[in-house]
């Protein structure tokens, strides 16, 4: 009786062709995803006039500054972020419009040649509104945000050479959209302050609260998230601390 024999040689190689593919099916999810930049940072809150019996336009000037952990270990981002924000208040329905533009330093780790700090700079808009209902001094609501912009700098071009170099998987380039829902919970304490807090879900931030405070036509907002690694004794994963003030109680309105 004659049996049929593989030679060794081929079954090692066999072995070592079915080796690499199943290495490379496994690994090819693995990649470092990186977005950009301003998707480690907070979205900025809604803002809307303290006393809103009437239809009220206003427009404020912000500044705000992300303290906050990267993608992964090691890493870490400052953004300086500034916008212009054309804000209706009314009974029932608040709109904000904003155009921003930021810039700040991404810090790369783990990635060998690449590691090390990353400009980069944006411009962007959005347009939110909410729906809300007063109950005496209380207030409740939620809403929606969208918006586009661009980035550009040193950390968009190690995304986009280190994703084409098969390093990390940085699907989106240049543009990129941002979408958020968020309710709203405020109480008035007078004519002129209000304070409210916000939960942005999406992005950027994909979980952004907030705590707002609006007295005398100045917004002062925090934004914090804590680190919810027990081995990482920093302060929190994310902090942002931000600012605007109303325009048309200034001279120089526009």
Not at 39 to 65: C, G, H, Q, W
Not at 131 to 137: T, V
Not at 151 to 180: C, H, M, P, Q
Not at 220 to 230: C, T
Request: charged fraction near 15%.
């Amino acid at each position: 009786m004659r049996f049929f024999v593989i030679p060794q040689k081929n079954m090692k190689n066999k072995f070592i062709s079915i080796s690499i593919i199943l290495i490379a099916v496994f690994t090819s999810g693995c990649l470092r995803t990186y977005f950009p930049a301003v998707y480690e940072s907070s979205a900025a809150p809604m803002v809307f006039e303290t006393n809103n019996s009437d239809s009220i336009r206003s427009k404020y000037v912000s500044a705000d500054l992300t303290i906050s952990k990267g993608s992964y270990k090691n890493e870490s981002l400052y953004l300086l972020r500034g916008s212009y924000i054309i804000a209706n208040t009314a009974d029932h329905i608040n709109t904000n419009l904003k155009l921003f533009g930021y810039s700040g330093i991404y810090k790369v780790a783990g990635l060998g040649k690449y590691n090390g700090g990353k400009s980069l700079f944006g411009l962007g808009t959005d347009l939110g509104f909410n729906i809300n209902f007063k109950i005496n001094k209380f207030k409740v609501g939620i809403g929606l945000s969208a918006g586009f912009g661009a980035e550009l700098g040193g950390y968009y071009n190690f995304r986009k050479s280190a994703n084409r170099e098969n390093l990390i998987d940085s699907k989106i380039g240049l543009f990129y959209v941002s979408l958020t829902a968020f309710p709203i919970f405020a109480y008035e304490f007078s004519e002129s302050t209000i304070l409210s807090a916000q939960i942005n879900i999406g992005f950027p931030g994909i979980l952004s609260p907030s705590i707002v405070l609006n007295n005398n036509d100045q917004v002062y907002w925090l934004s914090y998230m804590p680190n919810y690694d027990s081995r990482d004794k920093s302060i929190g994963r994310r902090i942002v601390l931000g600012f605007m003030i109303n325009l048309n109680k200034l001279k120089f309105a526009l």
